[in-house]
């Protein structure tokens, strides 16, 4: 699996696991709810300044968003 794949499947999890909309996660994060989608979607590759906002956000580490489950 791709570190990109890796990313999205966590952020998807950990998104929900908070019960967090994407507009919502959006706002946390200070991104764009369109951003956040094409995130999600993996349309987009994350810059690491648009990791390190999605995983204070989510109050997990950087690496969290990116381990291997």
Not at 35 to 52: C, F, K, N, S, Y
Request: no cysteine; net charge positive.
């Amino acid at each position: 699996m791709s570190l990109t794949m890796r990313f999205v499947t966590n952020l998807r999890r950990l998104r929900a696991r908070r019960k967090l909309t994407r507009a919502a996660l959006a706002a946390r994060a200070r991104l764009s709810p369109m951003h956040v989608g094409r995130l999600e979607a993996g349309r987009q590759d994350p810059t690491l300044g648009t990791v390190a906002k999605l995983a204070k956000a989510l109050r997990v580490s950087v690496m969290e968003l990116l381990r291997v489950k």
